[in-house]
């Protein structure tokens, strides 16, 4: 009997064009698996009112009744609000994702978190294309968690269209300069920057864990839906571990 193939459900902003075609990407070389993708708007991200409107549950909730319908196994928030928003905000949404559609949910943030924990870092430098405002905000999210950054380096960016548009190479240098001191493990906290292809090379030449978010997004949501990480284990540290908090 064949085995049932997994379908990873992915709440989108609608500005973000790296998620897909990179989610897409890691599972293009491993059977059994495919990820399905819902949209709703997202433009810009800062701390104003009209930008943290945009993330309101009743948002998002619509589009992962629509994920639902196409039985997926895990349904995640593929992006990092809650890490200005407040973590509290995430576990309420991936509460109200089960309740609604009886799937197992998590969230970017969330994941990223896990990740860290999992992987025992203890020096998290993050990488980010916010404003600096923004990234202030995340780092008190952070230490709330536990996790206060070691160091960090931001773009300065508001668009989140712009945010796909940076290169590989400047994501690169950001991770270097913050590994350079001293953090244990880097997270690229966006889900629209083009980073997952980096964090394999980096880790074997930096001797860090490098954690993107869109990696570390597929790496929780595959495992909610029972999924075999190792399949993935060329996209870095992540997916050789089996480590996830509950």
């Known amino acids: 009997m064949t085995a049932m193939r997994k379908r990873l459900g992915m709440i989108t902003p609608s500005s973000n064009s790296v998620l897909e075609?990179?989610?897409?990407?890691?599972?293009?070389?491993v059977d059994g698996i495919t990820a399905h993708f819902s949209r709703f708007?997202?433009?810009?991200?800062?701390?104003?009112?009209?930008?943290?409107?945009?993330?309101?549950a009743s948002a998002m909730l619509p589009a992962?009744?629509?994920?639902?319908?196409?039985?997926?196994?895990?349904?995640?928030?593929?992006?990092?609000s809650a890490s200005w928003l407040g973590?509290?905000?995430?576990r309420s949404l991936g509460?109200?994702?089960?309740?609604?559609?009886?799937?197992?949910?998590t969230t970017s943030t969330l994941a990223c978190i896990d990740a860290a924990r999992a992987l025992g870092a203890k020096r998290v430098g993050l990488v980010s294309p916010y404003t600096d405002d923004v990234q202030r905000r995340i780092g008190d999210v952070w230490a709330e968690e536990g996790i206060a950054p070691h160091a960090e380096r931001h773009l300065g960016l508001r668009d989140n269209f712009s945010f796909g548009e940076v290169k590989p190479a400047t994501i690169a240098g950001m991770i270097r300069a913050v590994a350079a001191e001293g953090a244990d493990a880097v997270v690229i906290l966006c889900t629209n920057l083009d980073g997952a292809a980096l964090a394999a090379s980096l880790e074997r030449e930096l001797d860090i864990a490098v954690l993107d978010s869109v990696a570390?997004?597929?790496?929780?949501s595959l495992s909610l839906a029972g999924g075999d990480i190792s399949a993935l284990a060329q996209w870095g540290r992540i997916f050789q571990t089996s480590a996830v908090i509950k």
């Open 21 to 29: 075609p990179v989610t897409s990407a890691m599972l293009g070389g």
């Open 41 to 56: 708007r997202v433009t810009e991200i800062a701390l104003d009112a009209a930008a943290l409107s945009q993330f309101d």
């Open 64 to 80: 992962a009744d629509l994920l639902a319908d196409a039985k997926v196994g895990a349904i995640a928030w593929n992006g990092t």
């Open 87 to 90: 973590i509290g905000r995430d």
């Open 95 to 105: 509460a109200a994702i089960t309740e609604r559609t009886g799937v197992p949910a």
């Open 216 to 220: 570390v997004t597929l790496w929780r």
